[in-house]
T-cell receptor, first 115, second 114 residues
Framework: GDSVTQMEGPVTLSEEAFLTINCTYTATGYPSLFWYVQYPGEGLQLLLKATKADDKGSNKGFEATYRKETTSFHLEKGSVQVSDSAVYFCALSDLTGGGSEKLVFGKGTKLTVNP | GAGVSQSPSNKVTEKGKDVELRCDPISGHTALYWYRQSLGQGLEFLIYFQGNSAPDKSGLPSDRFSAERTGGSVSTLTIQRTQQEDSAVYLC????????????FGPGTRLTVT
């Protein structure tokens, strides 16, 4: 079945550092890819998405590019802030061949940004 | 407008008891999903409702778990004869038909089975 693998961390960075969280996927069809974020004490929020190869999703300074050749969707941010401290989840949804809209998640990566 | 709401926010129950968890989706959203977030298993899909179509129950872990959605709106997830391994945060999400890639999540219900 479909699956998502992401670096589990935890990741600790200083403010203004560069962030990369790796995510790779396995899918039988042609999935859409997502990054969700869960801030402390809050619910899951969609951060960004990409629906086809070479698409770049971006939001709040975060970016991720859908790489079909490497089955990857790595999350990057050039300069992190303390407010970016959260748990980040990579996910996919595979509607190919009548598949369900359910999300398949990675295990999550906890990011802590220190001032 | 109001987001997805879930109740209760916390539930502590004894092993063997039945529990009901409620989800109120965003008004007008036709699709509703239940997920479970636990330390050991991460985030797992449980069940999906879309309008009047038959639900996708493929993620329910056992026949102790069931869910219904009345009137195309509110949903109830029922766990019978709870076990300690059922302890988790149960998340509900909803989306608009045609925009199923935009799932909006509720705050979750934290279930603790003692």
């Amino acid at each position: 079945g479909d699956s998502v693998t992401q670096m589990e961390g935890p990741v600790t960075l200083s403010e203004e550092a560069f962030l990369t969280i790796n995510c790779t996927y396995t899918a039988t069809g042609y999935p859409s890819l997502f990054w969700y974020v869960q801030y402390p004490g809050e619910g899951l929020q969609l951060l960004l998405k990409a629906t086809k190869a070479d698409d770049k999703g971006s939001n709040k300074g975060f970016e991720a590019t859908y790489r079909k050749e490497t089955t990857s969707f790595h999350l990057e941010k050039g300069s992190v802030q303390v407010s970016d401290s959260a748990v980040y989840f990579c996910a996919l949804s595979d509607l190919t061949g009548g598949g369900s809209e359910k999300l398949v998640f990675g295990k999550g990566t906890k990011l802590t940004v220190n001032p | 407008g109001a987001g997805v709401s879930q109740s209760p926010s916390n539930k502590v129950t004894e092993k063997g008891k039945d529990v009901e968890l409620r989800c109120d989706p965003i008004s007008g959203h036709t699709a509703l999903y239940w997920y479970r977030q636990s330390l050991g298993q991460g985030l797992e899909f449980l069940i999906y409702f879309q309008g009047n179509s038959a639900p996708d129950k493929s993620g329910l872990p056992s026949d102790r778990f069931s869910a219904e959605r009345t009137g195309g709106s509110v949903s109830t997830l029922t766990i019978q004869r709870t076990q300690q391994e059922d302890s988790a945060v149960y998340l509900c999400a909803s989306s608009l038909r045609g925009q199923e890639l935009e799932q909006y999540f509720g705050p979750g219900t934290r279930l603790t089975v003692t």
